[in-house]
T-cell receptor
């Protein structure tokens, strides 16, 4: 079956702009979570959605937001971009409580200039 | 809050030699435990997971991990490494509060280098 699809793969934005990233989970998976990966901070949890509801949120400012649609596809949005937002953003899909582990997409590489 | 420690930032192993990557976690109960591998520019691939039961877990690509509750450890092992195993390895834990997952907490990763 198809894996987790993240679009776009690469993105360059200017400081102050906003950006929207997309994630299509594995068919049948209703949980979608987002992670930020940077060399300095490593992998950090952003938020998780299940059936269109945000169940949990990591320690990130309100500029980071997300949503999930009825078909389980998810988007995350970052407003007023800062240089420090440059990172690899990874999406993971899973079952209700991740009992079978989470499947990650290849990520979106965001560069803020 | 939970935390994960991978003490070794880099490990160099000769091809064909055995491998052990260390992972220690801090959490009040037994979390769900995972090992992921990441190749350059790629996402994370799940190697294996532990939820309960047998403390020795078999994964893909010939990897196994042993959960030791007394040591709060979940070390990854492979009896004979291949050059294609060179990658970044992440240990992670997942905890649950209420009805939902709290999100994975990752260690900083161990960079594995394979010498010919």
């Amino acid at each position: 079956k198809a894996g987790v699809t993240q679009t776009p793969r690469y993105l360059i934005k200017t400081r102050g702009q906003q950006v929207t990233l997309s994630c299509s989970p594995i068919s049948g998976h209703r949980s979608v979570s987002w992670y930020q990966q940077t060399p300095g901070q490593g992998l950090q949890f952003l938020f998780e959605y299940f059936s269109e509801t945000q169940r949990n949120k990591g320690n990130f400012p309100g500029r980071f937001s997300g949503r999930q649609f009825s078909n389980s596809r998810s988007e995350m949005n970052v407003s007023t971009l800062e240089l420090g937002d440059s990172a690899l953003y990874l999406c993971a899909s899973g079952t209700f409580q991740g009992q079978y582990g989470y499947t990650f997409g290849s990520g979106t590489r965001l560069t803020v200039v | 809050a939970q935390s994960v420690t991978q003490p070794d930032i880099h490990i160099t192993v000769s091809e064909g030699a055995s491998l052990e990557l260390r992972c220690n976690y801090s959490y009040g109960a037994t979390p769900y435990l995972f090992w992921y591998v990441q190749s350059p520019g790629q996402g994370l691939q799940l190697l294996l997971k532990y939820f309960s039961g047998d403390t020795l877990v078999q994964g893909i690509k010939g990897f196994e991990a042993e959960f030791k509750r007394s040591q709060s450890s979940f070390n990854l092992r492979k009896p004979s490494v291949h050059w294609s195993d060179a990658a970044e390895y992440f240990c992670a834990v997942d905890t649950y509060s209420g009805g939902g997952a709290d999100g994975l907490t990752f260690g900083k990763g161990t960079h594995l280098i394979i010498q010919p």
